[in-house]
C-alpha cells in the first residue's frame, strides 16, 4: 500500500487525566519518527477549538527529551475544551471549517484523545471528511478516569486515578485508626454516572486498609441504609470508612447531593453546593454523634500523576503509539482500545475498535461485580482492576518538586 | 559515666504525621542494637493512655524488616491519643500511676513523639521523676505538620505534608490551567494558628504552578480584599490559585470558616460545617459568577507517605536515633532538635532542647517571610522551605499498592 503522505494533528479533550499527555507523548514521538510520510506534526491548541480558532502550536519544534517529559505531566497540555460540534445534518458550518483547515495544513492524519464525547465527535468528522472525499485518517485515542467508554477493557487515565484513590485511602485508614474513638470518614471519588473510581477504592482492601462500605451509582443508594451499614461496621470496628461516586442516587433518581443539600440554604437562599460526601459526613454525625470527616478527591485524583501507575502510564503511551503505527498502514475511523488477554499475570493487546460502537455510549460496573448488598465490591472486580494500577510513577523530581515538561508551545504562523 | 541500665518505652502522641513512625523506627532499631544497657523495648498503646492502661507492646518481639517498613508508613503505628495529664500540682495520681508502671517494667529511658502539648507531658514527667528520685532519662522526639515548635529549625512532619501540598497544587495547577474559561480554586491547608503548610503551598511556584494568593493566620483576614486581589489576578490570568490555612481569622479574632458559616444554616437550624475552602469558593462564585472549587487537604497532608520527603523521613528516623544515643550518654529533659547551619546545600545538626523551652510554645511564621501585601510568602520563606521536601519519597509498593510495616503488636503480660 502507498502510504498516505501528509500532516498530522492531536488533540486533547474533556477532563484531563494524569496520562493524558503520556498518549500525547506517544502520538508526538511516533509520528516524528516517519518524517518522509509525516512532514509536520500539529498540536491543537484547546482542543477542537484549535482547528476552528486556526490555531496550531507546531510540535516539531519542541525539544525531544520535553515531550518525553510529558509522561510525568498531568491533565492537557495543549490544553482543553468543552465545545461540543453540532449535528452536521443540522449545521455544518464547524465541520466545513475543520476542512477548511485540514485542507490549509495538509493535514491527514487527525487524532483525538478523549471520552465518548471526543469519540462523537471523531466519528462526525470522520464521516464528513469521508462525504467530502478528503482522504484523512481519524482516530480516536481513549482517556477518561471514568473508566466508562465502551469496546475496550479499560481507558488510560482509570488506573493512575484508582491508584491514587485506593492508596491515599490506605493511608488515611491508617490515619484514623492510630485513634481509639469511633470516627466515620467519607470519601467522594469521580464518576456522575459509572462507579468505576469508587469501586477502585475497595482495591485498599487487598492490604487490609480499605473502605468497609462502598456505594455506586449503578445502584439506588438509601441514606437509612447507608447508616444503619454504618452503624454495624461502627459496632465492630469503631471506625467506619465509607466510599461513594460523586453522582449516587435515589431510587428516584436524583442526585444524593441535591437531596441532601436542598435541606442547606444560606440565609440569602442560596443553595449551598456541598459534595457529597461533606453532606453524608454531617448527616452521620447528626445521626451517630460521632467524630466525622468528608474528603473530596476532587481535581487531585485525576491530576496526581506523581502517584500515576506505571502500567497506565506506558499503555497510554502505547496507545498514541499504537494509533499512529495503525495510522499509517491505513486504518481509519476506529479507537485505539485494549483486550484483556489474561488478569495474572496481566496482559492486553491492542485493538481497533470502530468509532460507531463507542460514540456517546457508556458502560457500567457490571452488576455482578458489586456485592449483594450494594455496599461493597467483588472479588471479580477486584481481579479485574487490581493489575491496572501496578508498574511504578515515572514522574521525574528536582528538589523534591515534580520536573513537568516545558513546551515552548509555538503557534503555525 | 556507667550507664544506666533499664528498659525503653516509646510512644506516639497528637495528630498523626506521615512520619512519625520514621522516628519510631529510628527509635526502636537504635535501642534494639544496645541490648547489655537496653533488655527490653517497649512501645505505648495510644500513647500516655498506654502507660496508664499498662497496655506495652513488647517491640522487640517484632521482626526487624517490619519495623525498617515502618519508614514508609504514616500515622502512628502505636495508636495516638488526645489525653492531656493534668497539673501535677493539683491532681498527681497520673504520675503516681505513670511511676507505678516504670517501676514495674523498670524503665529508665522514657520516649515520647509529639507536638508541644506532648513536649509538656514530657517536661511534667521528667520533673515528678525527678522529684520523686526515680531515675529515668526522659526525652522528647518532635513532630507536627504545623512545623510550630520552638527550640527546632523545623519539626519533623512538616516537609513532607508541605511537599505533598506543593506538589499537588502544581498538578492541580494544571488541570485549572487546561481549560480557557475563567476559574477560582481555594485549597484549604492544616494550621490552626501559624500557617507553615499555607505557605509552604508556595514552593509550587518554583516550578511556575503555585498558588495566586496565599493567607495565613499570622495575619487578619478580610473577605473583600481577597476578592479584590482574585480580581486583579483573573484579569491578568483568567484563573486564580488561592491557598488558605484552615485557621485564617478576621480582625476580630473570629476564625473565617465560623464567620461565613453562620450565614450558611441548614433547614434544621444546623450550623453547616463546610470547611474555609468550600465556603470561600462559594463566596467567590458568588462575587464573581465563575467556575470555582474548593479543595480541602484533610487528612490526606498529613497521610500522604507515598509523597513524603526523603529528606523529612531521613531526619525523623535521625531524631529516633539520635534521641537513644543521647540519652545513653547521660542526656535527660531534652527535645532533640534541628539548627540549620546553611540552606545551600542544605545543611542542619542536632541540638539539645531544654524541655521547658519548647513545651505549650507555639512559633508562627515570622512577618518578614509573608509579602509586604500579607497574601504571599518572600524569598527567604521559600529558601526556608525548599531543602526539608526534597530527596526522593522511600515507600516500598506491591502491586501498586504501598506495602505498610505489619507489626505483631504483642502486649506485654
Given at each position: 500500500m502507498t502510504p498516505l503522505k501528509g500532516n498530522l494533528v492531536f488533540g486533547q479533550s474533556g477532563g484531563p487525566t494524569s496520562v493524558i499527555n503520556s498518549s500525547a507523548a506517544g502520538v508526538f514521538l511516533e509520528a516524528l519518527d516517519h518524517p518522509d510520510i509525516i512532514p509536520r506534526v500539529f498540536g491543537m491548541r484547546h482542543g477542537i477549538e484549535g482547528i476552528l480558532n486556526d490555531e496550531l502550536f507546531d510540535?516539531?519544534?519542541?525539544?525531544r527529551s520535553e515531550l518525553e517529559l510529558l509522561c510525568g505531566t498531568p491533565s492537557s497540555i495543549l490544553g482543553t475544551c468543552r465545545y461540543k460540534l453540532a449535528d452536521p445534518a443540522v449545521d455544518d458550518r464547524d465541520y466545513r471549517r475543520i476542512l477548511e483547515i485540514l485542507k490549509k495544513y495538509d493535514i491527514r492524519y487527525f487524532f483525538y484523545n478523549g471520552g465518548n464525547d471526543s469519540m462523537d465527535t471523531c466519528l462526525k468528522v470522520s464521516r464528513f471528511l469521508r462525504d467530502n472525499d478528503y482522504e484523512c485518517r481519524v482516530i480516536g485515542i481513549p482517556k477518561t478516569v471514568?473508566?466508562?467508554?465502551?469496546?475496550?477493557?479499560?481507558?488510560?487515565g482509570f488506573g493512575s486515578a484508582a491508584r491514587y484513590v485506593a492508596t491515599s485511602i490506605s493511608e488515611v485508614w491508617h490515619d484514623t485508626h492510630s485513634y481509639n474513638t469511633p470516627m466515620a470518614v467519607v470519601f467522594e471519588c469521580m464518576g456522575r454516572h459509572a462507579g468505576w473510581l469508587a469501586g477502585a477504592s475497595a482495591l485498599a482492601n487487598v492490604i487490609?486498609?480499605?473502605?468497609d462500605l462502598v456505594y455506586l451509582p449503578e445502584l439506588p443508594f438509601d441514606t437509612d441504609s447507608m447508616i444503619e451499614d454504618a452503624k454495624h461496621v461502627l459496632k465492630e470496628k469503631n471506625i467506619v470508612l465509607i466510599s461513594v461516586s460523586e453522582g449516587i442516587m435515589t431510587d428516584?433518581?436524583?442526585l444524593v447531593a441535591e437531596q441532601l443539600s436542598r435541606r442547606a440554604t444560606d440565609a440569602f437562599g442560596h443553595k449551598q453546593l456541598g459534595g457529597v460526601a461533606s453532606l453524608l459526613a454531617d448527616l452521620l454525625a447528626d445521626e451517630l454523634d460521632i467524630k466525622v470527616r468528608g474528603i473530596e478527591f476532587s481535581l487531585l485524583q485525576r491530576s496526581a500523576a506523581h502517584c500515576a501507575s506505571g502500567i497506565d502510564v506506558d499503555e497510554a503511551v502505547l496507545a498514541g503509539r499504537s494509533g499512529v503505527k495503525a495510522a499509517l498502514e491505513g486504518t481509519n475511523g476506529v479507537m485505539i482500545g485494549f483486550k484483556r488477554l489474561?488478569?495474572?499475570p496481566y496482559r492486553c493487546e491492542i485493538v481497533h475498535v470502530p468509532l460507531a460502537e463507542t460514540a456517546n455510549k457508556e458502560k457500567d460496573?457490571?452488576?455482578?461485580?458489586?456485592?449483594a448488598e450494594g455496599n461493597g465490591m467483588t472479588q471479580a472486580f477486584i481481579d479485574y482492576a487490581l493489575?491496572?494500577?501496578?508498574g511504578e510513577p515515572s514522574q521525574i523530581h528536582e528538589n523534591g518538586l515534580p520536573r513537568f515538561a516545558r513546551l515552548k508551545k509555538i503557534l503555525v504562523k
Open positions: 510540535i516539531s519544534k519542541e525539544e471514568d473508566n466508562d467508554l465502551c469496546g475496550t477493557d479499560h481507558c488510560p487490609g486498609c480499605g473502605p428516584e433518581g436524583k489474561q488478569d495474572n460496573v457490571p452488576r455482578e461485580w458489586i456485592n493489575p491496572l494500577i501496578g
